[in-house]
């Protein structure tokens, strides 16, 4: 004979899928109503104006309540001078030259992943998400000129087009994120260092003779640019954290 | 009905949304509240027995997990209501704490689910106030084994999952709290029958 409480269980289940129960047991049924006004409860829905209020009310928290920050790890404020001095001492460790070298690395140079390192701390150093954004952009902008130029040139090749372009896109997308939500003057300072890298890369365009992986990857670094631009989502870097990795490149 | 197992394309879904919410993206938050605020309003409703009061903490309950959701390192869809449950369980006990409540709620007041039910025959109208204060008699283990199983809607193996109890145990508990529950919604019900 089966154990009242797997015939319960029986019933149960077919309450909770919407499947008729059919009743055996007369002692149960006490306890299936009152399991049934218990699924009742689980299906009433909140009104939906309650539901879009708080919708509305979820979108205006002012960021700051939030305590937000990127995926970017920060760093507490003890840390960030230990992180200044381990840089320095990076530096040092480098050689002078080299480290001053390395702010206009390119992609085909040995000291590239220093410049990368050193823009990581600098963003990590930076104080506000305005500060940050505003590091990004010019690093995005800086490469974007570096790559003009070489295009005018005729120096360059396909691997350091496409490092540069990956790490426009990058930063761009990470000026886009901390600038979001941080006030108009951080969007218009990145909006600004945007238009300037828009005009450098359709110059490319117009000037290069790039086709497939470096004309595509082209034509979609300029569409994360304009789509900052125009406060739109661009392309997003789901990894979160491209300094890191970009000091892995060659 | 809607299914609490996630299948591979939500599971991806929402280890998306929580990664963008934990960044601040307002946007997949959204997603986020759009995608679980039924069933923790549901948990709300049978805590409270109010559709007012319910409502009221379920956006207490979003903003605190709005305010909180940097440090949530939970990657699944059952992890975030679990997540979402803890503050509503925290919202309620608060709410009871300060004695705000309107036990004199009235059936009339509860409003259609639009969801037509086999069992109508046999059941009557929902009773929320009636029903809020007889959970509150229940221990923790029974009444969580009710929320997980009819008010949540999850399968006996879930439930046995998220309260971290054998499936044995799970069965015994549920029938020893819709026996009390029936003794004391149901004059004249013996809770040992």
Do not use: C
Request: hydrophobic share 40%.
């Amino acid at each position: 004979m089966r154990k009242a409480e797997d015939v319960l269980e029986s019933s149960l289940a077919q309450i909770v899928s919407g499947a008729p129960v059919q009743l055996t047991d007369s002692d149960l049924q006490p306890m299936l109503q009152v399991a049934t006004q218990l699924r009742q409860v689980g299906r009433i829905a909140p009104s939906p104006a309650r539901v879009e209020r708080i919708r509305v009310a979820l979108s205006r928290v002012p960021r700051r309540e939030v305590g937000a920050r990127s995926a970017t790890p920060r760093l507490s404020l003890w840390r960030r001078p230990v992180a200044g001095l381990a840089f320095a001492t990076l530096l040092m460790a480098l050689g002078t030259t080299s480290a001053l070298a390395a702010p206009s690395a390119l992609p085909d140079s040995p000291l590239y992943p220093v410049r990368n390192l050193r823009e990581a701390v600098q963003v990590q150093l930076a104080g506000t998400a305005a500060q940050r954004a505003t590091l990004y952009a010019n690093f995005a902008a800086q490469r974007a000129a570096q790559l003009r130029g070489l295009v005018g040139r005729k120096d360059v090749t396909p691997g350091m087009v496409v490092t540069l372009l990956r790490d426009i896109t990058s930063r761009v997308d990470q000026a886009n994120q901390e600038a979001k939500d941080d006030g108009p003057a951080a969007r218009s300072a990145v909006s600004q260092l945007e238009g300037q890298i828009g005009d450098q890369l359709t110059q490319i365009q117009q000037e290069g003779e790039f086709s497939g992986n470096d004309g595509a990857q082209l034509t979609d670094a300029l569409r994360a640019v304009r789509s900052g631009q125009s406060g739109q989502p661009g392309p997003s870097n789901q990894s979160g954290d491209n300094s890191k990795s970009d000091t892995n490149q060659p | 009905m809607r299914n609490p197992l996630p299948d591979e394309n939500s599971a991806t879904r929402y280890v998306e949304w929580l990664d963008r919410a934990r960044r601040q993206d307002r946007h997949a938050f959204a997603q986020l509240y759009d995608a679980t605020y039924r069933r923790v309003f549901g948990y709300l409703l049978a805590r409270v027995g109010e559709q007012a009061a319910a409502e009221d903490l379920l956006q207490e309950v979003y903003l605190a997990a709005l305010q909180a959701i940097e440090r949530f390192r939970g990657r699944t869809e059952g992890e975030f209501i679990g997540w979402l449950l803890k503050i509503a369980h925290g919202k309620v006990m608060d709410r009871f704490r300060s004695h705000y409540r309107h036990p004199e709620l009235k059936t009339s007041d509860v409003p259609s689910t639009g969801v037509a039910d086999p069992l109508d025959a046999i059941d009557q109208r929902v009773r929320l106030d009636e029903i809020s204060d007889a959970l509150s008699q229940l221990t923790e283990d029974q009444r969580n084994v009710v929320l997980n199983r009819l008010v949540l809607g999850l399968d006996l193996e879930e439930t046995s999952k998220v309260m971290g109890k054998n499936v044995g145990s799970i069965k015994a508990l549920q029938h020893r709290a819709l026996a009390r529950l029936a003794k004391i919604l149901t004059p004249g019900v013996d809770e040992h029958a």
